[in-house]
């Protein structure tokens, strides 16, 4: 059924994220939402352990980490990153990044309206990120890309 036009947008760390699906919606099979990530922004290294991810460059220039191997991807390119795979992106360049990401199975979008919620911050309060984080099957590993 087609999903009427109250979508949800999320402002958290400079990056607007626009759910589009949620789990609900989907009886949990998928979660999708749109995201405006900021030069430089990349969230820290961390492991979905029970969903596979996948990202659509809409527009802007990334840098994927992923398990070790890096590569700079730009629009219409697609990454798929299997759940249990350690990765993390930055975004280059002077632009924002604009990505399609696609958790399968949903419940992933429910993160960041948490993390808006109580304002947290990045190194600031990553005990509490990573706490909210293992509820949403996400294990922190690592630091941002510099």
Do not use: C
Request: proline residues 8%; glycine residues 10%; hydrophobic residues 35%.
């Amino acid at each position: 059924m087609p999903r009427n036009n109250t979508d949800q947008t999320i402002q958290w760390l400079g990056t607007r994220y626009k759910i589009l699906l949620t789990a609900d919606e989907t009886d949990g099979k998928i979660g999708m939402f749109e995201s405006v990530d900021q030069p430089g922004y990349g969230p820290p290294r961390h492991i979905h352990h029970e969903e596979d991810e996948t990202f659509y460059i809409l527009s802007g220039e990334v840098l994927f980490w992923l398990a070790g191997e890096s590569r700079t991807l730009g629009p219409a390119a697609t990454v798929f990153i299997p759940r249990g795979t350690d990765h993390t992106f930055r975004v280059l360049g002077d632009l924002p990044a604009r990505m399609l990401t696609i958790m399968t199975p949903g419940d992933f979008e429910g993160f960041f309206a948490e993390m808006a919620k109580h304002q947290l911050r990045i190194p600031e309060d990553m005990d509490k990120i990573a706490e909210i984080g293992l509820r949403y099957h996400l294990e922190l590993t690592g630091p941002p890309l510099s």
